[in-house]
């Protein structure tokens, strides 16, 4: 095989970075980088993966109730079959996080108050879903004053 083998420490220089927490235990299995302008192989192509982050800046704070209503509309925006109702947890330190699980995968919601009002969602899927929807849904659910999306 020619070329820079992903994962691999001898073809890359890695001479700044701590990579002890990188190795696994038993010390055989390199870490993996992503280095720019190459891309990352696709190690299991016949596995649909699909991936969305929305972040944005609702006009007001946003809460418990409104994290689980939101995580579960969003399970049928996307037509996704619900296993475990929306939880929620609030950290006094960085805000609200939420999480709901769907037999295809889930998505996880963060919300903070401080320094600013901001959420952000990831969502990933190993079922397609319609990211246009989920933005339109997201900046509309969430009463945002800016919405942006990466999916991926």
């Known amino acids: 095989m020619s070329g820079l083998r992903v994962g691999d420490p001898d073809d890359v220089d ?8 990188m190795w696994s235990k038993d010390g055989r299995h390199a870490p993996t980088l992503k280095l720019p302008g190459i891309e990352l192989p696709d190690l299991a192509p016949m596995i649909h993966r699909q991936r969305l982050v929305v972040e944005g800046e609702p006009y007001e704070a946003i809460d418990d ?3 689980r209503g939101y995580l579960s509309a969003l399970t ?9 109702e ?4 609030r950290s006094d330190r960085y805000g ?11 998505a996880h919601f963060y919300a903070w108050e401080d320094p600013l009002l901001f959420f952000s969602v ?7 879903f319609d990211p246009g929807l989920v933005v339109d849904f997201t900046a509309e659910y969430l009463n945002t004053r800016r919405v942006v999306a990466k999916g991926f």
């Open 122 to 128: 990831d969502i990933y899927t190993c079922k397609p």
């Open 96 to 106: 609200w996080a939420g999480w709901v699980h769907w037999e295809t995968s889930g």
């Open 65 to 67: 109730a409104t994290i």
């Open 76 to 84: 049928y925006v996307c037509d996704m079959n619900l296993l475990l």
């Open 14 to 21: 890695v001479s700044a970075l701590d990579t002890r927490s």
């Open 86 to 89: 929306p939880v929620t947890h």
